[in-house]
């Protein structure tokens, strides 16, 4: 049985099993033995009782007695007669006054003698417990074992939380049978550890005290190979534990029809409960201490081992972190290692990259190395510093400077950590990187390389360079450093079969007839390019041989001007000399001395033949003659159509006068770009610019600027000439116009060309150019011709009467002026002022209805009323005229700015949208919603407050859950059955729940229709042949059929007596048939006389006889029970309806035989009730009644059945007695008419 395993549950290495999977077991070692073996291998704290101590976190949702007594019976009790006691667990228990409370913290083990004499206690009949313990921190669990004084429950759930109870699991489901309670968990064997099945072993009915429950966390029979996996880890750690309840373990009787209240005895009641576990170290220590003072038999904080931290060990301490941190397991070192940084450091981390790296070796990585120290252990020098292998690494003054040479090394004075070797350059050596390599030569800091390669020319030079200077020796055609030039007057080392050719410069562009030995380049004039230097460089040019050009308007006449001459100066471009003048200019600019021709330009004004004399040598005109090219250069535009032998000469010619080339000077504003041409130096204007260098204005333009030069725009019919300023761009005006165009009229005169005088009447000086309205009126005047006083003043200009400021109440401008215009009346001298909106009276010094403020205040003002459009716009006392306060709110509003909807109300106010609150005043608070007037609701939403269960804007539903809105408090509770109904929603109007089949009642708390028993435990179908039936068909609690007049039978679905015919119509027999009946009804008065000999408990008989009273009274309960059977109860019904035949002699013979056949059916069910096996009790049970509760019918004995048989049949002798002597059989006439009667019935 289930309760002999009990006894090796602490002994058995089953449970405890589970942790030495995890962690080794040592209980039995002492604690100085633990702490040796710690540093070198896993440990574990003891296993312990993880509920001692921790009462105060015990919890169970049901316990009786804790409102008063509560009265409870125990089954089978056999060790008094007393078999119901009562629970009062109002206060703790005690051995001495108060053994009745039977609170949760009884279940905690204390091994006192009088254990089995308190426990734990659920209320009685209710199915849905839980116990729970909540521990203080996180702990490893091992099993748990319950110990039940009452049977085991039918079904039950253990869960387990890791988060303090926010998240649940479940552990195992326990159940007799599985597949009713829990349909959804596997009731099969469990495939893996963590597999969720439903347990049936430790659900059935026996024992009926001193029953277990046992949870391993780990089934023993998987194999765990890592105990730290996740899933292990979920399964083990916990920081509650659920035991819940969920079906008593009931025998069936609570639904018999002879008890009251069945279920008095079913229950839960536990004498301990033992949750064993131990503090949860990962394997990192072997004892704990207590967690913010709890004490408790096994505590919770780990005092950490193998260099580990915290709560559970989960972590290395500081300055451990070289390995990873793992969970203690088996003989393998786990132990936090101390990180190696040679004393340069403090503090680490670990890196789990480095410690892959490194093969596992290493992971910790100091932090803030000093020392100039870095590196993961602070191995490395910084960078600049280089170890001395002089010294330890553990030296803090091993590092030293690289002292790398500047020139030679890159990386800004890297070196290597460890040899303290400089980067060189490409072509650089040494630990300094200080020389060059060999070939190489002139060590300089801005050589990327750092020296230069030997470059001595391989055809001109003989052998390398000097390492120093890179000097190369040459042979006799090659000159230079790099021996790779020519010879002066040759270029080209090795470009030809000849090796060198001879320079070609340009006789003019050059300097000599020396070049370049490299790659022929001439030794150019300035600005001139190209390797013969023939071309200037781009922005420069060759001038023309007329580039000296001297403008005659621009020469000086040092004498005095006479008056009688006509002016002869006409502006730039041209001048006019006269006969006999004379002009002199000044020659500055010329680059050198030299032969120069001189060119005069100019146009007689009188055809006359001129001789130009030349005061050049004779040498020099032959040889302009000669080759003729002088005369075609100084022809006026001809520079692009001279020939090109002649245009190279000229060039040449023009570079040697000038030395070299000519800036072109090409204005930055007035050109397009910096070039010009290479002969003659002519820039690329903008628009309207002329001149070489684009730097003036062309005739007609002005304004030179970025994007040129603009047209002048004179206007023609205000101008004098088209001609304007260069500058300015002002045209000639008329005395009339003016304007830069000359396009609009002098002030005071409008209406463009014509410029007419402005008409103002004396009171401005200016008026509009194009319409001629005034503008500017002096002395308040305003109007097209200042004929009208201004706003705020009143008089008549046009006749001369001044404009006067109007008095509303004060002067305008003065900050208490409220009109805008005003009026005089020449009869009466007054002035009316006509009020801005807001103000009234005469002079505007008060406020119009619907406004405010204090006008006696200095920049005071009317405003309007800040009442939301809800007050009466004339109505002079809708808001106070000082404060603006609202006083008269309409459309249901309220608030100094009518800005909120008044009790009773709802809405937007500011929008004029109150409406009042239609509130149901079935649903609505009481107080918020009183007789006589309207109801309170929110007053934006229109939200009325609802009474409890009730919901809806209007309050005129009730919530789900409630019904019944026309109550007197509104809506209560639906208060359905919550194992009985599919839910809490109940009809509203009628309360009725949705009940489950077989249930039924408002509340389905009571058994269906056509249903008996008690709804708290089942309720069973009636089985009532509905045709036989009334309504309803059965009683509610004992599920007797309820048979209408004319029918019988337990399931009412036969005639009575004194009925016959064919079932269901069952009709009147003959009145005969009541005479039989009295002889059947005698034969149950004789078996319920059987019971008048049974003696009751109390009475004084003999020994002898005691023991007969017990066989009696045990015989008559026999054929009570035997009484029930369908089968007895079918031939009693046969001697019924054998009493309804003749009462002839051989009638009568023929009923005692049918009786006496009777009892040989009856001999052998009582036979078969001797070899009934336990197995077949339920089979047994269905078979007599399905209602039976049979628990063992072993007691009953051959010789009791056999009493049994004789007793019936004595009664059957006695009813065939009563028959014989019946007067019936003394008439033979009487007896034919009877006859006819049985035949008619």
């Known amino acids: 049985s289930q309760k002999t395993s009990r006894s090796g549950i602490y002994n058995l290495p089953d449970p405890v099993s589970i942790a030495a999977v995890l962690l080794p077991v040592t209980q039995l070692q002492d604690p100085q033995e633990l702490q040796d073996q710690c540093p070198v291998s896993s440990c574990s704290p003891q296993l312990g009782d993880l509920m001692l101590g921790r009462a105060a976190q015990l919890s169970a949702s049901s316990t009786c007695g804790l409102d008063g007594p509560h009265n409870y019976c125990i089954i089978g009790y056999l060790e008094e007669e007393k078999k119901c006691f009562t629970c009062d667990s109002r206060l703790s228990y005690n051995h001495y006054n108060n053994q009745n409370s039977h609170r949760i913290e009884n279940i905690i083990t204390t091994f006192d003698p009088e254990r089995k004499t308190k426990w734990w206690q659920s209320e009685n009949g209710v199915h849905q417990v839980s116990i729970q313990l909540d521990l203080e921190t996180v702990f490893q669990f091992s099993h748990l074992v319950l110990s039940f004084k009452s049977f085991r429950p039918a079904a039950m759930l253990v869960e387990r939380s890791k988060d303090f109870g926010r998240t649940w699991k479940v552990f195992r489901y326990f159940a007799e049978d599985c597949s009713l309670h829990f ?131 989960e972590r290395c301490q500081d300055f451990h ?247 002869t100066w006409t502006g730039l471009g041209l001048v006019r000399v006269l006969e006999g003048a004379g002009l002199r200019f000044t020659v500055d600019n010329l680059p050198s001395s030299s032969d120069y021709q001189l060119v005069i330009r100019y146009e007689t004004e009188v055809m006359r033949t001129l001789r130009v004399i030349c005061f050049c040598s004779q040498t020099d005109l032959e040889s302009f003659q000669r080759f003729g090219c002088v005369g075609l250069a100084a022809e006026l535009d001809t520079q692009d159509s001279l020939p090109q032998l002649c245009e190279g000469l000229i060039k040449s010619t023009s570079a040697r006068i000038h030395n070299g080339a000519v800036l072109c000077r090409c204005n930055v504003v007035g050109s397009l770009g910096p070039s010009c041409t290479k002969l003659g130096g002519f820039c690329e204007c903008k628009q309207n610019v002329i001149g070489r260098c684009c730097d003036t204005c062309a005739p007609m333009t002005f304004g030179f600027g970025p994007d040129g030069c603009k047209p002048c725009g004179c206007d023609p019919g205000g101008s004098v000439s088209e001609l304007c300023d260069q500058v300015r761009g002002q045209c000639v005006c008329r005395s009339e116009v003016t304007g830069r165009r000359c396009d609009r009229c002098q002030a005071g005169l409008w209406g463009f060309p014509w410029c007419r005088p402005c008409d103002c009447g004396g009171l401005s000086d200016v008026c509009d150019q194009e319409s001629g309205v005034c503008l500017d009126c002096r002395d308040h005047a305003a109007g097209r011709r200042c004929d009208r006083c201004l706003e705020g003043y009143y008089g008549n200009p046009v006749s001369r009467q001044p404009c006067q400021p109007c008095m509303c109440p004060d002067v305008k401008g003065r900050g208490r002026f409220f009109a805008t215009s005003c009026q005089h009346d020449p009869q009466s001298l007054s002035v009316t002022c006509h009020c801005r909106d807001g103000h009234s009276g005469p002079r505007c010094d008060r406020c119009s209805p619907g406004f405010y403020g204090d006008l006696t205040l200095p920049g005071a003002s009317c405003a309007e009323c800040p009442c939301n459009n809800n007050i009466d716009p004339d109505d002079r006392d809708a808001c106070d005229s000082l404060t603006g306060e609202c006083l008269r709110c309409r459309h249901d509003t309220i608030g100094p700015g009518c800005q909120s909807c008044r009790p009773g109300y709802y809405g937007n106010a500011l929008v004029q949208n109150c409406k009042e609150c239609s509130c149901d005043r079935r649903g609505t608070e009481v107080t918020r919603c009183p007789l006589g007037s309207s109801c309170f609701c929110d007053a934006r939403t229109g939200q009325c407050p609802c009474r409890t269960g009730v919901v809806g804007v209007l309050c005129d539903d009730c ?128 078996a319920q006389t059987m019971r008048t000999f049974i003696p009751r408990h109390g009475d004084d008989l003999r020994p002898g006889v005691d023991r007969y009273r017990q066989r009696l009274s045990q015989m008559h309960s026999e054929l009570d029970g035997l009484g029930k059977s369908f089968f007895l109860l079918r031939h009693i019904h046969t001697l019924k309806r054998c009493c309804l035949l003749s009462p002839s002699a051989s009638n009568i013979k023929h009923i005692y035989k049918v009786t006496s056949l009777s009892l040989s059916p009856l001999e052998v069910r009582t036979h078969s009730l001797q070899n009934i096996k336990p197995h077949n009790y339920r089979k047994l049970k269905e078979a007599i009644d399905p209602n039976m509760i049979l628990i063992d019918p072993s007691p009953l004995l051959n010789t009791e059945i056999d009493n049994i048989r004789l007793e019936f049949k004595k009664l059957l002798d006695s009813l065939k007695e009563k028959m014989i002597e019946d007067p019936y059989d003394e008439d033979d006439d009487e007896e034919e008419e009877n006859m006819e009667g049985t035949e008619m019935c």
């Open 321 to 567: 972190h070289d390995a990873p941190w793992r969970p203690g397991g088996g003989d393998a070192v786990v132990v936090c290692r101390r990180c190696n940084c040679h004393g340069h450091s403090d503090s680490c981390h670990f890196d789990a990259v480095r410690f892959q790296a490194t093969g596992g070796v290493s992971g910790g990585v100091c932090d803030s190395c000093r020392h100039d120290r870095m590196g993961p252990q602070c191995e490395l020098c910084r960078p600049f510093l280089y170890r001395d292998p002089q010294k330890v690494t553990d030296d803090p003054h091993a590092c030293r400077p690289c002292d790398c040479d500047a020139a030679g090394s890159h990386g800004g004075g890297l070196c290597d950590a460890q040899t303290g070797q400089c980067h060189c350059k490409e072509n650089v050596e040494g630990r300094r990187c200080d020389r060059c390599k060999r070939g190489f030569f002139g060590l300089r800091v801005d050589d990327p390389a750092g020296c230069h390669v030997c470059r001595c020319h391989v055809m001109g030079s003989v052998g390398s360079c000097d390492q120093l200077t890179g000097s190369c020796e040459c042979d006799n055609l090659a000159s230079g450093p790099l021996c790779d030039r020519c010879l002066v007057g040759f270029w080209g080392l090795g470009n030809s079969m000849i090796r060198c050719s001879p320079c070609d410069c340009d006789i003019g562009g050059a300097h000599s007839n020396m070049c370049s030995p490299d790659d022929g380049h001439c030794h150019c004039l300035p600005n001139m390019i190209g390797q013969r230097c023939s071309d200037p460089a781009p922005g420069y040019f060759l001038p023309s041989l007329d580039y000296f050009l001297y403008e005659a308007e621009l020469a000086i006449i040092p004498r005095q001007r006479t008056h009688d001459r006509p002016i």
């Open 959 to 1086: 919530e789900d859950g409630y019904w019944n809105l026309d109550g007197p408090s509104g809506c209560q509770p639906c208060s359905c059955d919550p194992v009985n109904s599919f839910s809490n929603i109940c009809h509203k109007v009628t309360g009725q729940c949705q009940c489950r089949p077989e249930f039924g009642g408002r509340q389905c708390d009571e058994c269906g229709e056509n249903h008996f028993g008690n709804p708290d435990l089942q309720c069973i179908s009636c089985d009532c042949n509905l045709e036989g039936t009334e309504r309803p068909s059965c009683d509610p609690e004992t599920g007797e059929c309820l048979c209408r007049t004319g029918v019988s039978g337990i399931f009412c679905d036969e005639c009575s007596l004194g009925y016959s015919s064919a079932f269901p119509a069952c009709e009147d027999c003959h009145p005969c048939t009541a005479v039989w009946a009295e002889s059947v009804t005698d034969v149950q008065r004789a």
């Open 183 to 313: 349909p959804s968990a596997s009731n099969e064997p469990a495939d893996s550890v963590d597999d969720i099945i439903c347990d049936s072993r430790y659900s059935g009915s026996e024992p009926s005290t001193d029953g277990e429950v046992v949870l391993k966390a780990l089934d023993p029979v998987f194999e765990i190979q890592n105990p730290y996996a996740p899933n292990i880890q979920d399964l083990i750690t916990l920081t509650n534990i659920r035991v819940n309840f969920t079906r008593l373990f009931t025998l069936g009787d609570t639904l018999s029809r002879r008890r009251r209240n069945p279920q008095n005895k079913y229950y839960y009641a536990l004498y301990n409960m033992v949750v064993r576990g131990s503090c949860f170290c990962n394997g990192h220590a072997s004892r704990c201490t207590p967690v913010a003072r709890r004490q408790g038999e096994v505590h919770g904080r780990c005092v950490c081992q193998h260099n580990t931290a915290g709560d559970n060990c």
